[in-house]
C-alpha cells in the first residue's frame, strides 16, 4: 500500500464488483478467494488499527461473484469426451496449449458473464471487474471484456442465445475493466528491480501461458527463460498431476521439475525469479502467480484512496 488510510477513507471509498471467472481448476479459484479476502482484512485492520476499531465484513469495498459453471461453459466438449472414451482426459483443458478454445466455448462463457454484469448493474453496481485467476485463459479474459465492451460483438453473441442474454443496455451501464495474472506478476516483478537493471523469469506453465507472457512483455526490461520441447512437455505433465492433487505424483513431479527445469538456470543466472505460472501449482520452488494476482487486485482498488 502507498501509505495510511483510516476507517472514514474506507467507508468513502467506492465500492468495485468483481466477477471471478473460475473453474479452471476450482480449488485454484477457491484458493484466489480465500488469499484476495485475507489481504483485504490486512489492509482494513491496518486502517483501523490507530483509532482502536473493530473490524467487520462491512468495511470491504470489494463485492465478488464467482462464476465456475464449467458444465455450461465446456457442455459440448464434456460429451465429446464421454462418447469416445466413457471418461475425462487431458484434452479435456482448453487455452493453455493442450486444446485450443473454440469459438463456441469463448461464446459460452461471455454469455454467462454477461449475463451476471447486468445483474450486478441493476443491483447499482457501475465499476465490475473481470478477472479469471489462470495464466493461460488470460486471452479469455480479454475476449470477453471485447465482446463486453462492442454492441455489434455483443448483438452477434445475441443472436446465438436469443433472449436469455441481457439486452446490451444493461450491460452498457458498466464500467467495465480485464485483470489478468501475467500482467499482475509482470508490473509486480518490475517493481521489485533495482533501477535499470534486468529481470529473469523462468514460467513454470503451459506453452500457452509462456507465449502470453511473452506476448505482454512490452517495453518491460524482462526476459523470459527459453525451455527446451522435453522440459514443457515435463511441466505439462506436472500440471495435469497438480489438478489430480494426488500426494506422492506431485512430490516427484515437484521434485523431477526443481532438479531438471530450475536449478541448472539458477545456476547460470544470478537473480532468477522463478514464477508457478500455473494456478494449480503449489510447489513451492517459485513465487505463487496466484498470490501476486490476488494482492494485486486488493492493492490496485485500496491504493484508489490513497493521494
Not at 447499482?124 to 455489434?152: F, T
Not at 452477434?156 to 489478468?180: D, I, N, Q, Y
Amino acid at each position: 500500500m502507498a501509505g495510511p488510510i483510516s476507517a472514514r477513507m474506507l467507508l468513502e471509498c467506492p465500492v468495485v464488483y468483481d466477477l471471478i471467472v473460475g473453474g479452471f481448476g476450482r480449488d485454484a479459484s477457491i484458493e484466489y478467494l480465500r488469499l484476495m479476502a485475507v489481504r483485504e482484512k490486512e489492509v482494513i485492520r491496518r486502517a483501523l488499527e490507530p483509532e482502536a476499531l473493530t473490524f467487520f465484513d462491512e468495511y470491504r469495498r470489494i463485492m465478488f461473484i464467482a462464476l465456475d459453471d464449467v458444465a455450461f461453459y465446456k457442455a459440448s466438449s464434456i460429451g465429446e469426451q464421454i462418447l469416445l472414451h466413457g471418461h475425462l482426459t487431458k484434452d479435456i483443458l482448453v487455452g493453455g496449449g493442450l486444446t485450443p478454445m473454440s469459438q463456441e466455448f469463448v461464446d459460452r462463457v461471455c454469455f454467462a458473464a454477461a449475463q451476471e454484469v447486468a445483474a450486478a448493474a441493476e443491483r447499482g453496481h457501475r465499476s465490475i471487474r473481470i478477472a479469471i485467476p489462470c495464466n493461460g485463459l488470460s486471452i479469455l479474459a480479454m475476449e470477453i471484456g471485447k465482446v463486453l465492451k462492442s454492441e455489434k460483438a455483443f448483438s452477434r453473441l445475441r443472436k446465438a442465445f436469443g433472449e436469455a442474454l441481457p439486452m446490451w443496455e444493461s450491460v452498457a451501464l458498466a464500467e467495465l475493466s480485464v485483470h489478468t495474472v501475467p500482467e499482475a506478476v509482470l508490473a509486480n516483478v518490475v517493481a521489485s528491480l533495482p533501477p535499470g537493471s534486468a529481470g529473469y523469469l523462468l514460467i513454470l506453465g503451459t506453452e500457452g501461458t509462456q507465449f502470453t507472457y511473452r506476448r505482454i512483455l512490452g517495453d518491460y526490461n524482462v526476459h523470459i527463460m527459453a525451455l527446451a520441447e522435453e522440459e514443457q512437455a515435463l511441466i505439462n505433465r506436472a500440471i495435469v498431476a497438480s489438478i489430480g492433487d494426488d500426494p506422492r505424483e506431485v512430490s516427484l513431479y515437484r521434485t523431477e521439475v526443481a532438479n531438471r527445469i530450475v536449478a541448472p538456470r539458477a545456476a547460470s543466472v544470478t537473480g532468477l525469479i522463478v514464477v508457478e505460472a500455473c494456478t494449480d501449482f503449489h510447489f513451492g520452488i517459485g513465487v505463487s502467480s496466484l498470490e501476486m494476482f490476488a494482492n494485486a487486485m486488493v492493492d490496485s482498488h485500496y491504493d484508489v484512496m490513497v493521494v
